[in-house]
């Protein structure tokens, strides 16, 4: 036995992994498709700052409770502390001219406080965490092959390197290409909508506010047309807007890579025509209007997995349960995913790594059924064919938000700490 592991995808949850898995005494090495990350990595070894396209895609993560407990559980938290920004402490969900407003608070002064972090923050945060711990992170490897035996696991990649490990993590993404190698039989995820991811300043040029995110965050939903707007500010000058369309047409080019659309003001004034002609808040137009990176956003669910490994290979985040981004967990049950996964190896060892395995599966696959459920289902809500179907499906989330705020429901989610899980699961662990 060993514990050489390659962790095929360098994103949030394939590095939070890598970094659970170094602490127990394991030998992570990240892998990943894109070149940049070795950039990224290169100006943190000369303390430079990342200016690289990686590290500025996408808008922003909300890390809620339960991603911070893991963060702090992990020793990661003075690499947050100065790259955060101010936590979402309520979700406001609201029709597209911004009426009929349903508050979902996410924050309660007792609890683990959220935080708002720009995703190439994230991303420069991660990977300076595992550069400081020796992981070693290389770029510009597509995956070709995967051939596991009873001793170890053979990686190939398109560019003719292999790597022989001891354990597989695939945290490549919805469209992974670890669990299309090794689950063939699980089906591909599905395309329920298609958008933009973009950033935007928030302040006019003589320091005044723009004013349309009054509400951090909110949503705008237009039921009847299958379309919604997220608006979250992040940090004092920028906000993130997220435009989408949920149907089931064809993804966007670009879309799954999350890649910048290169004539940035082209593609402004073309997305905030298209927003105006929707009926937009005139503050979101104009945002979009100013927009400062677009990135077309595919959005993904796939079925719920029977488990989550085979053999020696074992999938995390959205590898393994991505769904549509509507309940705000996606990140929060990847982080969730790496903390378990390493302290039930830290516990059970390379020696008994099939029952780690066995219950990581019995921890995480129960609760990501859970907030895919919810996610799945405030997709359905913001999805009708006339306008009775609009009101009762309004009332019916109101009702439900109202019932779930007051029985506390929402903070078996929000506030969860994993390790509440391990310990359940495995009795008498110790815990690093």
């Known amino acids: 036995m060993g514990k050489r592991v390659a962790v095929i995808g360098a994103g949030p949850a394939g590095a939070i992994t890598a970094i659970a898995l170094k602490r127990q005494g394991f030998e992570p090495t990240l892998y990943d498709k894109v070149t940049v990350v070795e950039d990224v990595l290169a100006a943190i070894k000369r303390d430079e700052s990342v200016s690289v396209a990686f590290s500025q895609d996408g808008g922003g993560f909300s890390i809620s409770g339960n991603g911070v407990k893991v963060i702090k559980h992990l020793g990661l938290w003075d690499y947050f502390a100065e790259n955060h920004n101010?936590?979402?402490?309520?979700?406001?969900?609201?029709?597209?001219?911004?009426?009929?407003?349903?508050?979902?608070?996410?924050?309660?002064?007792?609890?683990?406080?959220?935080?708002?972090?720009?995703?190439?923050?994230?991303?420069?945060?991660?990977?300076?965490?595992?550069?400081?711990?020796?992981?070693?992170?290389?770029?510009?490897?597509?995956?070709?092959?995967?051939?596991?035996?009873?001793?170890?696991?053979?990686?190939?990649?398109?560019?003719?390197?292999?790597?022989?490990?001891?354990?597989?993590?695939?945290?490549?993404?919805?469209?992974?290409?670890?669990?299309?190698?090794?689950?063939?039989?699980?089906?591909?995820?599905?395309?329920?909508?298609?958008?933009?991811?973009?950033v935007c300043d928030v302040v006019n040029p003589d320091g005044t506010d723009i004013g349309f995110f009054n509400h951090h965050a909110g949503i705008y939903s237009d039921p009847l047309n299958h379309r919604f707007i997220f608006t979250s500010r992040v940090g004092k000058t920028e906000g993130d807007v997220k435009i989408y369309l949920l149907d089931k047409s064809q993804p966007l080019e670009g879309g799954d890579d999350w890649r910048p659309v290169t004539d940035l003001p082209k593609e402004a004034e073309k997305l905030g025509d298209l927003l105006q002609s929707w009926g937009a808040v005139?503050?979101?137009?104009?945002?979009?209007?100013?927009?400062?990176?677009?990135?077309?956003?595919?959005?993904?669910?796939?079925?719920?997995m029977p488990t989550f490994y085979k053999g020696r290979v074992v999938l995390v985040g959205d590898a393994a349960h991505g769904t549509v981004p509507l309940y705000g967990q996606g990140l929060n049950q990847a982080l969730e995913d790496g903390g378990v996964l390493g302290d039930l190896m830290g516990h059970f060892q390379d020696t008994e790594y099939t029952?780690?395995?066995?219950?990581?599966?019995?921890?995480?696959?129960?609760?990501?059924?859970?907030?895919?459920?919810?996610?799945?289902?405030?997709?359905?809500?913001?999805?009708?064919?006339?306008?009775?179907?609009?009101?009762?499906?309004?009332?019916?989330?109101?009702?439900?938000?109202?019932?779930?705020?007051?029985?506390?429901?929402d903070d078996e989610v929000l506030f969860h700490d994993f390790r509440d899980d391990v310990r359940a699961a495995v009795p008498g662990i110790q815990l690093k």
């Open 86 to 198: 101010d936590p979402i402490l309520e979700l406001n969900l609201m029709l597209f001219d911004g009426s009929d407003r349903i508050t979902r608070n996410t924050h309660k002064a007792e609890k683990e406080q959220s935080i708002h972090i720009m995703r190439g923050k994230l991303q420069t945060v991660l990977m300076k965490a595992a550069h400081d711990m020796g992981i070693n992170v290389y770029g510009g490897k597509k995956l070709q092959s995967v051939t596991q035996t009873t001793e170890d696991v053979t990686l190939e990649f398109v560019d003719g390197t292999v790597a022989v490990v001891d354990f597989v993590v695939g945290a490549d993404g919805i469209n992974s290409k670890v669990r299309r190698l090794v689950f063939p039989e699980v089906p591909s995820a599905v395309v329920r909508g298609t958008g933009y991811a973009t």
């Open 282 to 304: 005139p503050g979101v137009v104009e945002g979009i209007r100013r927009a400062k990176r677009i990135n077309p956003v595919n959005l993904y669910d796939l079925a719920d």
């Open 355 to 409: 029952k780690a395995f066995e219950v990581y599966d019995q921890i995480r696959i129960p609760r990501t059924r859970m907030t895919s459920a919810v996610a799945r289902q405030t997709m359905s809500r913001m999805m009708v064919s006339s306008y009775p179907q609009q009101v009762i499906a309004r009332f019916m989330m109101r009702t439900v938000i109202n019932i779930k705020e007051f029985l506390g429901k």
